[in-house]
Nanobody
Framework: QVQLVESGGGLVQPGGSLRLSCAAS????????MAWYRQVPGKRRETVAR???????EYNDFAEGRFTIARDNAKNMLYLQANALKPEDTAVYYC???????????WGQGTQVTVSS
């Protein structure tokens, strides 16, 4: 059973940056598709970015050019570098691991990102 723990959230001013981290344990996630999602209360959870087992990444339109997803398989870690943050980026950010062998999804508990002056 894979456990995911996010960290790095917090309060940042508009235009600022944050680096979110996701530590995986209980299994090797190198063969998993990893992703970051975010959710605002009352709204659906949405994909921020996804990275496959080969390191190929894709981004939601709002994240393109500002966010960068990366993985370190040796450390079982996933990262999200978020730059030029806007107030509308305020949300709880979740780490996700998808095991393609059995279609099992794993989620972290989330980390709050607040962009405000």
């Amino acid at each position: 059973q894979v456990q995911l723990v996010e960290s790095g959230g917090g309060l940042v001013q508009p235009g600022g940056s944050l680096r979110l981290s996701c530590a995986a344990s209980g299994g090797n996630t190198s063969g998993y598709v990893m992703a970051w999602y975010r959710q605002v209360p009352g709204k659906r959870r949405e994909t921020v970015a996804r990275i496959d087992t080969r390191g190929n990444s894709e981004y939601n339109d709002f994240a393109e050019g500002r966010f960068t997803i990366a993985r370190d398989n040796a450390k079982n870690m996933l990262y999200l570098q978020a730059n030029a943050l806007k107030p509308e980026d305020t949300a709880v950010y979740y780490c996700n691991a998808f095991d393609m062998s059995n279609y099992q999804n794993y989620w972290g508990q989330g980390t709050q990102v607040t962009v405000s002056s």
